[in-house]
C-alpha cells in the first residue's frame, strides 16, 4: 500500500529558485493538505484542497501556491524560494475534510533554502 | 478547535505500560479525540481517535474521562520504536478547518 508519496525526499534550492513539491495518494481520498514543519516544532497548515476543484489558504500560505491537479494529486510551488522556507513538508490526505476522519501523511520532503 | 494541553515530554522503559495524558477542558459536545504519533524524521502517524466511549485499536487504547475533560493514550508495552512525539487534537464533527498541531509529548523509551 503506496498511501500518500511525495516527491522529491530531499532538495537544495538557492534563494530566488522556483519549484514544486509532487504529493499524490492512491487511497481516493477527497481531501489534501500541505504542511510545514520547523525544527523542534509543530506542523503548520500552508494549503489544504476539500475536494477536487477547489484550495484554501491554510495558517502559513505566503510565498506558496498550489495546484490540485487531479482527485489523486496536490501539488505546492514555491515561485521565488527564500531561506525562511526551509523546512520539511508534508503532504497529507484524508476520506473528507471533518473529524471523524483520520489524516495519513507522506514522508516528507526536506527542503534547505541557501 | 479547542485547545489540548499536553506534558513537554514522558519517559518510559521498555515493555512497560505508557499512560500519555491530554486535557482539553473546554472540549465541545461534537469534538472528536485524536491522537498521532511522529516517529524520527518520519510524518505524522494516525493512532487512535473517539468520542465519548473508550477504544482500543491494534496500536493503543484511548480511554476518555466521563466528563471528556481530560484523555490518556495508552500504549499497553512500549517498545524502542514507540520513541516519537504524541500530538493530542480535538476535531469537530463537521468542523471544516484543519487538523492543527501543538507541539504535543515526546516520549523516550529506555531498554
Known amino acids: 500500500n503506496a498511501g500518500v508519496t511525495q516527491t522529491p525526499k530531499f532538495q537544495v534550492l538557492k534563494t530566488g529558485q522556483s519549484m514544486t513539491l509532487q504529493c499524490a495518494q492512491d487511497?481516493?481520498?477527497?481531501?489534501m493538505y500541505w504542511y510545514r514543519q520547523d525544527p523542534g516544532m509543530g506542523l503548520r497548515l500552508i494549503y489544504y484542497?476539500?475536494?477536487?476543484?477547489?484550495?484554501d489558504k491554510g495558517e502559513v500560505p505566503n510565498g506558496y501556491n498550489v495546484s490540485r491537479l487531479n482527485k489523486r494529486e496536490f501539488s505546492l510551488r514555491l515561485e521565488s524560494a527564500a531561506p525562511s522556507q526551509t523546512s520539511v513538508y508534508f503532504c497529507?490526505?484524508?476520506?473528507?475534510?471533518?473529524?471523524?476522519?483520520?489524516?495519513?501523511f507522506g514522508s516528507g520532503t526536506r527542503l534547505t533554502v541557501v | 478547535d479547542a485547545k489540548t494541553t499536553q506534558p513537554n515530554s514522558m519517559e518510559s522503559n521498555e515493555e512497560e505500560p505508557v499512560h500519555l495524558p491530554c486535557n482539553h477542558s473546554?472540549?465541545?459536545?461534537?469534538?472528536?479525540i485524536h491522537w498521532y504519533r511522529q516517529l524520527p524524521s518520519q510524518g505524522p502517524e494516525y493512532v487512535i481517535h473517539?468520542?465519548?466511549s473508550n477504544v482500543n485499536n491494534r496500536m493503543a487504547s484511548l480511554a476518555i474521562a466521563e466528563d471528556r475533560k481530560s484523555s490518556t493514550l495508552i500504549l499497553h508495552r512500549a517498545t524502542l520504536r514507540d520513541a516519537a512525539v504524541y500530538y493530542c487534537?480535538?476535531?469537530?464533527?463537521?468542523?471544516?478547518?484543519?487538523?492543527?498541531f501543538g507541539t504535543g509529548t515526546r516520549l523516550q523509551v529506555f531498554p
Open positions: 497529507a490526505s484524508s476520506e473528507r475534510d471533518a473529524g471523524i476522519y483520520g489524516y495519513t
Open positions: 487511497m481516493n481520498h477527497n481531501s
Open positions: 484542497s476539500a475536494s477536487e476543484g477547489t484550495t
Open positions: 473546554t472540549i465541545s459536545g461534537t469534538d472528536y
Open positions: 473517539g468520542l465519548t
Open positions: 487534537i480535538l476535531r469537530a464533527v463537521y468542523n471544516t478547518d484543519k487538523l492543527i
